[in-house]
């Protein structure tokens, strides 16, 4: 059974900076896309960045140049780096994956299966 874990949360001011983690297990598949997405209060969710097996990686226009995604094999573990933090990045941030697939660019929620149960970003002005 697959399971995501996110952490690395919080609450910061703008131009601040956090990394969250997402650890992975039970995962099997030896081709796979991850997301990670986010949810504004009153909003849907929002792709954020995807990576894939090949390391290939997308941005969505919002956070291009801020974060980074990046993932650790030996660790089974996805990363996510937000510098420069606005407020408008304020939600709650999952994890998602899809195994035996690559990413067609950000893809909606819907494509992906598994997922964690988040983790709070706050950025105040």
């Known amino acids: 059974q697959v399971q995501l874990v996110e952490s690395g949360g919080g609450s910061v001011q703008a131009g601040g900076s956090l990394r969250l983690s997402c650890a992975a297990s039970?995962?099997?598949?030896?081709?796979?896309?991850v997301a990670w997405f986010r949810q504004a209060p009153g909003k849907e969710y929002e792709g954020v960045a995807t990576?894939?097996?090949?390391?290939?990686?997308v941005y969505a226009d919002s956070v291009k140049g801020r974060f980074t995604i990046s993932g650790d094999n030996a660790k089974n573990t996805l990363y996510l780096q937000m510098n420069s933090l606005r407020p408008e990045d304020t939600g709650m941030y999952y994890c998602?994956?899809?195994?035996?697939?690559?990413?067609?660019?950000?893809?909606?929620?819907?494509?992906?299966?598994?997922w964690g149960r988040g983790t709070q970003v706050t950025v105040s002005s």
């Open positions: 039970g995962y099997t598949s030896t081709r796979y896309c």
């Open positions: 990576i894939d097996t090949v390391g290939r990686t």
């Open positions: 998602a994956a899809r195994g035996d697939s690559q990413c067609p660019n950000i893809p909606p929620a819907s494509f992906f299966i598994h």
